[in-house]
Every structure is written in C-alpha cells, then in structure tokens.
C-alpha cells in the first residue's frame, strides 16, 4: 500500500480494497520500522491517527466522504495541532502543547485526511538543509549521507521514504521546492495568501506560505484542494475564488509560452543539472510549448535582500519567546534579566541565534534605512522583473536548486554557501509568487529538480504544466533504493 500514490489510495478506499484502519496502521508500522534510519518525524499520534481512520472508515461507508478521507498525512511542526506537541524543531518549544489547530491542520481533519505524526524540521523554519533541528538532523532517503533539504526536510524525506503519502510543509525561501528537488519529489508553495497562516508558526511572515511535498502533481493538487481556503482569522489571506486544481490537469500545453530565465543558467549551476533542464526544455517543447528566453536582471540581489528581510521579520516574530509566557525558561534566573538571556540562550540554536543578530542589526536606529529599506526596494524591483515577463509568457521554468544533495557538514562552516543553495527559490517569496518543483533527472544517482513559477493564483496551470511533463516522463516514479 505504501508504494501507491494519493490519487490510487483514494481509488482503493472506494473501491473497499482497504479500510482506513488498515492503511493507517500499515504506514505507522513502516514509521516504527524504519525511520530510524532517517529521523523524518518529532512526534507520532498513532493513537489519534486510528481513531481519526476509524471515523474516516464510518464516513466513506455512508458514501459521502471529500477525496481525502481516510488518506494519512504527516504535518510539518511548524503547524499548530491542539493537544499535540508543536515544536518547531528547538528546544524553545520542546514542551509547547498547543492549544489550537491551524487553519490548514482543521481543514485536513474536516476533509476526513489521518494525521500520522509532526515532521522533523530546521529549527523555526530556518535552514536548507535539516542540520539545524534540536533533534537531529534528518537523513536523505536517497542517500543518508546526505542532507534532504530545508526547512520542510522531514516531510520531504517521509514522503521520499514512503512512511507518508504527503505532507504539509511550510516555504520561506525555497524550504518546499528545494528539499523536493534533493528528494526527488513534488513540491508546490502556492501564491502569498493562497493558504491561511493561522497556527503557523511564524519565521518571516511577509514570506512564509503553507504548501504540500507529495509524489506527483496530481497527488499535489489533491492535498491544495482542501489545504487552500479563504480565512478571516489571517489578515494576509486572500479572498480569492477557490478552484478544484484537479480539473485542468489534463488540458494540453498547446499553446503555452514558457520563459526561461539567462540569470537561471549562470556560474554556479551544476553542468549537470543543466544538461537535465535543457532536456526537460526539450520534452515541453515535444508538448507543443514555444520556449522564450526572458530576463530576470535583478535576480543576483534576491539572496542579499532576502537575507535582510527575513532575518528582520525573524527579530521581530521570536521576540515572544522570552521564557516568561511559554515555551523554555532556564533554571533558577537571578533577575528578569538573567532570565531572558539565559532562556533565549539555551532554548535557541546557533542558526536561529545568527538570523535573531542580523535582524536586530538591520532594524536598528541608523541602519533601517540603509539595510531594511533598502532591501524592501530591491524587492519591488524583484517583482518588477516578474509582472514583465509574465506580460509575455505564461510559466517560467529553471532548475530548483543549483546542485543534488551535498553531505552533512559540507556547508555547515560556511553560512553563505548554504545560504546560495536557495539562489533559484527566493525571488518567487519575495515576489509572493506561486512555485512548484518537480524531478526532472539523477546526478550520481541522487534526484535534480526543475522548478515552474507561475503569475499570481495560477497554482491551477502550474500543476497543468507539472503534470503533462510527469506524463510523458517517469522521473516522478522512481523512488529511492532503501523503500521497498
């Protein structure tokens, strides 16, 4: 059963080949027998998961069960589950419980879906890597000597591992797209305030958008149809109308302009993953695409001002966590001060400590301007450079990431380097603009992605131009050597 997609274990349950019970029980047993080897989850709920199948079970018996029910998925931590531990992957949070489901965690539930445990993360959604997490970082399927991207690396690698169908998952700057790529996945951040906010915790909140890591777009237009909804409860939510992004998935690709960016295949990429890109370019253009070269000039600022925004935003939401209203406070503090040093100092790690400094830094008297502003400029003319060129094409194609997944402590001395691992993904957050990767090839037997960006609310086209490309390819079926 693991070996299924959503869209068959849909199909299964219908077809009474398998209960809910039975297929939730089948994927915590691969959990308990194999995650060791991977670290992909922080928490397990098997007892609320069989009791959520059990419901499932009752509801598609009476015959009018949403598509997802009695489907299991895994959250990423980052999202509030009432009653369940909500860590954010650090120690700040390693005793949070938290008293609310987000908005995205209450539609899965309404939806009939089985929550099997919180995925491992880096720590506040901050990292490309998984290195960052209090417990541990989390291992590749592919090759666990290597990283499976961040932040969202523990739902990539449940997914990748198949202890998961899906996942939810959270992109600040790539942390959907990028582990997809090194997974060998497919991953969709949808536009800015396409999904509600609400009980996510926050990272950077003009960035952060919730999304999903399934393995193939169908199977992700699936999860975006019960993930995406308006909410009046987050003030960054579009009221937007809703589509059923399963209904076009089909439509042919005659006709269709993809743009495809000089600044994308610079120095940096690996020839490689270039070579599997232009391949992929190749496919598109047998589906009846007309490829266009565009440019996207201001794209070698992307890195630079995201990381004067972020790590701002960052400052500004963490500061919350001060060992007083929740989350950890040290041992015996001898005044208040000593308390908030001592409670920020141990309940943060080094990564989070560094982005707190920055954002402190550029938001300060006398470098406000010069640093934040700034990079608030920059970022307008980053999606300047996108309102142009969605003027003459429809999708804009690129490779994901520049390299396939690097080893554990590779780039672990070198925060910049880590930080160009993102250099493809960031623009699309700065923007607000929706992006989805998809496998499009193996480097030394490890995955590559190809990444699509679309306009604004057009997740429905995207999941069109993934999907046709995953019909006339494979590369989406393959599954790491250690799942079977």
């Not at 908030?340 to 400590?353: A, C, D, L, T």
């Not at 309102?387 to 520049?402: K, M, N, Q, R, S």
């Amino acid at each position: 059963m693991h070996s299924k997609t959503i869209a068959q274990l849909i199909s299964g349950l219908r077809n009474k080949e398998f209960s809910s019970v039975e297929l939730t029980q089948h994927f915590l047993d691969r959990i308990a027998a194999h995650d060791d080897r991977y670290n992909s989850f922080i928490t397990l709920t098997g007892d609320i998961a069989l009791t959520q199948a059990q419901v499932a079970d009752q509801r598609l018996a009476a015959g009018d069960a949403p598509a997802l029910c009695g489907v299991p998925i895994a959250h990423k931590d980052i999202f509030c589950t009432k009653g369940v531990r909500t860590s954010c992957a650090s120690k700040m949070l390693d005793n949070f419980i938290a008293p609310y489901d987000a908005t995205i965690v209450e539609n899965y539930q309404q939806a009939g879906a089985v929550m099997l445990g919180k995925t491992n993360m880096d720590e506040f959604a901050m990292g490309s890597s998984n290195e960052t997490s209090y417990y541990g970082p989390v291992k590749n399927p592919w090759n666990t000597n290597c990283v499976p991207g961040g932040s969202s690396g523990g739902s990539a690698a449940a997914v990748a591992a198949l202890l998961a169908p899906g996942a939810t998952a959270s992109d600040t700057g790539g942390s959907i797209r990028q582990p997809a790529a090194l997974c060998g996945l497919t991953g969709i951040k949808p536009t800015y305030g396409r999904v509600s906010r609400y009980g996510m915790i926050a990272f950077a909140s003009s960035l952060d958008q919730a999304g999903v890591l399934t393995r193939s777009a169908e199977d992700a237009a699936i999860m975006l149809n019960t993930m995406a909804s308006f909410d009046a409860k987050d003030s960054t939510c579009v009221d937007q109308p809703l589509e059923d992004y399963t209904q076009g998935l089909a439509a042919s690709l005659n006709g269709l302009t993809i743009g495809i960016p000089d600044e994308y295949f610079g120095e940096g990429l690996n020839p490689k993953t270039a070579e599997a890109v232009q391949a992929a370019i190749k496919t598109y253009q047998s589906l009846g695409a007309t490829i266009k070269p565009i440019s996207l000039p201001h794209t070698h600022l992307a890195v630079p001002a995201y990381y004067v925004i972020a790590p701002a935003e960052c400052s500004a939401n963490l500061s919350r966590f001060d060992g007083v209203r929740y989350g950890h406070r040290c041992e015996d503090p001898k005044d208040l001060a000593d308390l908030y040093k001592r409670s920020r100092g141990e309940g943060f790690g080094n990564e989070v400590k560094r982005r707190i400094l920055v954002g402190a830094y550029a938001l300060s008297a006398g470098y406000y301007d010069a640093y934040y502003n700034k990079a608030q400029q920059v970022r307008r003319l980053i999606k300047q450079d996108f309102v142009e060129a969605f003027a003459d094409v429809d999708v804009i194609l690129g490779p994901t990431a520049p390299n396939p997944a690097f080893e554990f402590g590779a780039k672990g001395g070198d925060p910049v380097a880590m930080y160009l691992e993102d250099i493809y993904t960031i623009a699309t957050n700065l923007a607000g603009l929706p992006g989805l990767s998809i496998p499009c090839g193996l480097i030394d037997g490890k995955p590559i992605g190809l990444q699509l960006i679309g306009n604004y609310f057009a997740e429905g086209k995207l999941l069109n131009v993934a999907h046709q490309f995953q019909q006339a390819t494979d590369f989406h079926q393959q599954t790491a050597p250690a799942t079977a």
